[in-house]
């Protein structure tokens, strides 16, 4: 779609009309509707001004010049409480609202005095809103945008912010059509095909074959993939424009399809399992959004991708395997799967890298959404200051955070009696903080990690403020402010 901030929007061209603002700007209101009505304004319309609460919607069809138009006014509530999250979702109810397919959309906005670039945030919250996944539908039904043209005093500056939002935006597409994606389609050999369009950005992307990872002993990554014929990788990608820079490492998990394993999963919602690699589909946005920023950076992106099937070669409960750090594992249950991956991914991540900090992202377990529903992403983390600052920028995007304890009381439960750990925990309670707890036993004390557990953030069962029913994306927004930050305190030497 093409969107253009200017300081006089074009009224005439547009199919919709949006006018924002907030609950004091009444008579901005009135004066915009005077440009469609003239002094005859309808009393019906003039009650709808008065309703400019927070995320208030009233929307009603005129003709101007001989051209029917919907008209969309919108509440931005009090002035004081805008930010960049609450102005995007403000952008994704309005996209809710637009009812014309293929519109032309102009917005006459005035909620900018003390966010100057509100006008920016409201149509990526728009854009973000107006994803769909139709590629497997032979007839498209969704409405479209065609263009926006935004009203702004700032218009060279909300054009800008655009820019770069609109790259991380389609990074989060990219993130929700790789989820959305059925597992006959995206296999391993998919997924590393997706990763493998990164080195048109300037990203190195190696890759770790079975016969490669066998050599340097993940044979719990290995021991997940055995009951599939389909292969597995490790598959590094290193953004390294400027090496003199501490190493930062993102790691996800990459389950194309996860059946539970021999502990086979209900059937009731498996077909969700597609989705068990969003970690990793996470982590190829991520290093996407950095390099079409040309971030001066060394970042190092890190998947593990399997398939976890069964078959006559599936691990069995009970089997023990050797990891690469040389912990033994008893597997306990074989869908538990994901954090046997992640073990040997993040072991060999810090090896090869010595990464300062360390970031996963999986959707590691069931219990997390127990825990926290689907509004909040569960924080583990060994650093009150790692924490600190994701959590910063989990408010300014509004991708939701809650940190989880790490207690040591918690370590017993995933002591083994044959081996050094088993992978589940022995009791029914704090299955997220124990899943944990085992990923931290593969990571170096020098290290800063956090651990978020996306299981319940992944995707959702209904429409959300800044998408649609199924796939969020969670997790760019979030990454890429908190690097835009850690950079530029890098650079001031904070």
Known sequence: MEIVFSKLADLNAADVVVIAACEDDKSFVGSKLKLLFGDDIPNCVLNICGDLDYKSINSFGTTVGGKLKEVIIVGAGCEDLLNRASVEKLGGYVFDGIKTKDANVCILNNIESSELQAASYLVSGIVLKSWVFEKYKTKKTSPKIKSIDCQTNYADLNQSTFVRMKTVNESVFLVRDLVTEPANILDPDQLLNEAMQLKKFGIKVTVLDEGRMKKLGMNALLGVASGSDKPAYTIVMEYQTDTSKEALAIVGKGLTFDSGGICLKPANKMCEMKGDMTGAAVVIGIMRTIALQAVKANIVGVIGVVENMISGKAQRPGDVVVSMSGKTIEIDNTDAEGRLVLADVLWYTQKKYQPKIVIDFATLTGAIQVAL?????????????????????????????????????????????????????????????????????????????????????????????????????????????????????HEKGD
């Open 373 to 489: 529903g689907h509004e909040f992403a569960g924080l583990f983390s060994n650093s009150d200051e790692l924490c600190d600052e994701l959590m910063k920028s989990a408010e300014n995007v509004g991708e939701k955070l809650w940190r989880m304890p790490l207690h040591p009381s918690y370590d017993e439960d995933i002591k083994s009696d044959i081996a050094d750990i088993k992978n589940v925990g022995s009791g029914r309670g704090a299955g997220s903080i124990t899943a944990a707890l085992f990923l931290k036993q593969f990571i170096n004390k020098e290290a800063q990690w956090a651990h978020i557990d996306i299981a319940a953030t992944e995707l959702d069962s209904k429409n959300r403020a800044l998408s649609q029913k199924g796939a969020t994306g969670f997790g760019v927004r979030l990454i890429d402010d908190f690097l835009t930050r850690y950079y530029a305190n």
